[in-house]
């Protein structure tokens, strides 16, 4: 007898697993056509409020889009470099990237970063499929990979021993809705929400789970309909108690249904989750997942952030080594994430020919020597009753617990000593540094009383 039933009530009765609540930390990898021109303006996220806030997204792997601008930098890089060449040639070269790229190489990469699982994108908005499907795209002949990239990163990556998921933007596809995005608000309206499209989606899933087996479906924007996600979700866990869903499940159809000033309060509320880069959670979800945020406050539920080590997901060869995170920050993200309770989801945005960045490379084994000595502090992990101390003279320190003891860690490198008088809790226990507490970020045990 099948435990869940496609209903909010039965799906709310589902518990995070353990597993994921241990892990801490994960690589997102956004690779695909957008990957060969690897182009986006540099900087942050422009003002989302602004009418063509997408006319210079800093996120490479929207290129497609971002190209349907004519003054923006992205169409003078193309007409530059590829004249008018549309986007859907770049397949060619990316799939002579894929295979020569190396999936073992990576995962054995993401192994030594100190990361427990991996989230694989496996259709972005461009709807290119990383897999080859028997459900084909209607619009785009020939819109997937042959080579099986998704079955290969899966294998490779639990060979390293490591957990794998599966990204699917079921909100957007510009195969079926070739309409420019220019802003937030055109995002969500631009959203499929027919019927094709939504068996189209429902179809990818079940595969995705059927052949790969994922620990982890992160969905992205939305989904077309409620009826539809329930169905897919309950599947999900009857086959994987131990896995888990995002809350990126806005039910296009019923969205826009309804009368206009309904509809008005909906894009006020979605404005102000967008604010504070989180989308609006559906009545279902397992974990709350922001994306670039600077807040790692505890959230009311279980949570992830993400971004890329730049300002982008899709590998962009104008970031240089000077602007992007270096691996101290890295640490200090991911140490301010667990401490109130979240997840840090890395992106990793591999180039177009199947080789990871330099440049990334460097910082992810740089945490993972740093995690190497001072995992014990992050791994398996909870928030303790105070999860932020500053010191007399400005030290900024967070706190974790696991099985009776405290950990203390410094977001400096200094080997100076902290004086913890005023933490309640601590009194009498006894602290020992965690290896050399010089590196990234200092370290201190203190025993359980």
Same mark, same amino acid.
């Given at each position: 007898?099948?435990?869940?039933s496609?209903?909010f009530?039965? =799906?709310?009765q +589902?518990v995070?697993p353990s597993?994921?609540?241990d892990?801490k930390f /994960?690589?997102?990898?956004?690779w695909?056509?957008?990957s060969?021109p690897a182009?986006?303006?540099?900087?942050p996220?422009p003002n989302?409020s602004a009418?063509?806030?997408?006319?210079?997204?800093p996120y490479a792997?929207w290129?497609?889009n971002?190209?349907k601008?004519p003054d923006?930098?992205?169409a003078?890089?193309h007409k530059k +470099?590829?004249?008018d060449v549309?986007?859907?040639?770049?397949?060619?070269?990316?799939?002579?990237g894929a295979?020569a790229?190396?999936?073992t190489e990576?995962?054995?990469i993401f192994?030594?970063?100190?990361a427990k699982?991996? *989230?694989?994108v496996?259709? +972005?908005?461009? /709807?290119y499929?990383?897999?080859p499907s028997k459900h084909?795209n209607p619009h785009r002949q020939?819109?997937?990979?042959r080579?099986?990239?998704?079955?290969?990163?899966?294998?490779a990556?639990?060979k390293?021993?490591?957990?794998f998921? *599966?990204?699917?933007?079921g909100?957007l596809?510009w195969?079926?809705?070739t309409?420019?995005?220019?802003?937030?608000r055109?995002?969500?309206a631009s959203m499929?929400r027919?019927?094709?499209?939504?068996?189209y989606? =429902?179809?990818?899933y079940f595969?995705l789970i059927?052949r790969?087996?994922?620990?982890?479906?992160?969905?992205d924007?939305g989904y077309?309909?409620t009826a539809?996600a329930?169905?897919l979700?309950a +599947?999900f866990?009857?086959?994987n108690p131990?896995g888990?869903i995002n809350?990126r499940?806005?039910?296009?159809r019923?969205?826009?249904e309804?009368p206009?000033?309904?509809?008005?309060?909906?894009f006020?509320?979605?404005?102000?989750?967008l604010?504070?880069?989180?989308?609006?959670?559906?009545?279902h979800?397992?974990v709350?997942?922001?994306?670039?945020?600077?807040?790692?406050?505890?959230?009311?539920k279980?949570?992830e952030t993400t971004?890329?080590?730049g300002?982008?997901f899709?590998?962009n060869?104008?970031?240089?080594d000077?602007?992007?995170m270096n691996?101290?920050?890295?640490?200090h993200l991911?140490i301010?994430?667990?401490?109130?309770?979240?997840?840090?989801?890395?992106?990793?945005?591999?180039?177009?020919d199947g080789t990871?960045c330099?440049?990334?490379?460097?910082?992810?084994k740089s945490?993972?020597?740093? =995690?190497?000595v001072?995992?014990?502090?992050?791994y398996?992990?909870?928030?303790?009753?105070?999860?932020?101390?500053e010191t007399?003279?400005?030290r900024?320190?967070r706190f974790?617990?696991?099985d009776?003891a405290?950990?203390a860690?410094?977001?400096?490198e200094s080997d100076?000593?902290?004086?913890?008088?005023?933490v309640a809790?601590?009194?009498g226990?006894?602290a020992?540094?965690l290896?050399?507490?010089v590196?990234h970020?200092?370290?201190?045990?203190f025993s359980?009383?």
């Open positions: 007898m099948e435990k869940f496609p209903t009530d039965s =799906l709310n +589902h995070l597993w994921f609540d892990a /994960g690589i997102f990898i956004h695909g056509l957008y060969v182009f986006a303006p540099f900087g996220n989302p009418p063509d806030m997408m006319r210079a997204s792997e290129y497609e971002t190209l601008f923006s930098e992205t003078a890089f +470099h590829y004249g549309p986007y859907s040639e770049f397949r060619t070269a990316f799939e002579k295979a790229s190396s999936p990576w995962a054995e192994r030594q970063s100190g699982y991996v *989230t694989l496996t259709k +972005h908005h461009d /709807g499929l990383l897999w084909k020939n819109w997937q990979s080579i099986d990239i998704v079955g290969n990163m899966a294998a990556t639990r390293a021993g490591l957990r998921g *599966t990204y699917y933007s909100g596809d195969t079926f809705n309409a420019r995005v220019d802003n937030g055109a995002m969500i499929p027919d019927d094709a499209h939504d068996r989606c =429902l179809d990818h595969e059927q790969y087996k994922p620990d982890y479906l992160w969905n924007i077309p309909t539809s329930l169905k979700i +599947h866990y009857n086959g131990d888990l809350d499940w806005l039910a296009a019923e969205f826009f309804g206009q000033d309904e509809l008005i309060e909906r006020k509320r979605l404005a102000s989750f604010k504070n880069h989180r989308p609006p959670p559906p009545p979800y397992d709350i997942t922001p994306e670039y945020s600077t807040e790692t406050k505890s959230l009311e279980k949570w971004r890329g080590i300002f982008s899709g590998y060869q104008m970031e240089t000077s602007q992007l691996a101290k920050g890295i640490v991911l301010n994430c667990v401490a109130n309770g979240g997840n840090l989801l890395l992106n990793v945005g591999p180039r177009g990871l330099p440049m990334q490379v460097q910082r992810l945490v993972g020597d740093w =995690l190497a001072n995992g014990e502090a992050i398996g992990t909870r928030p303790w009753q105070q999860s932020v101390f007399k003279d400005g900024q320190v974790t617990t696991k009776g405290v950990y860690l410094a977001l400096d100076e000593p902290i004086n913890f008088q005023g809790g601590l009194q226990r006894a020992v540094p290896g050399n507490t590196g970020a200092g370290v201190w045990r359980a009383p």
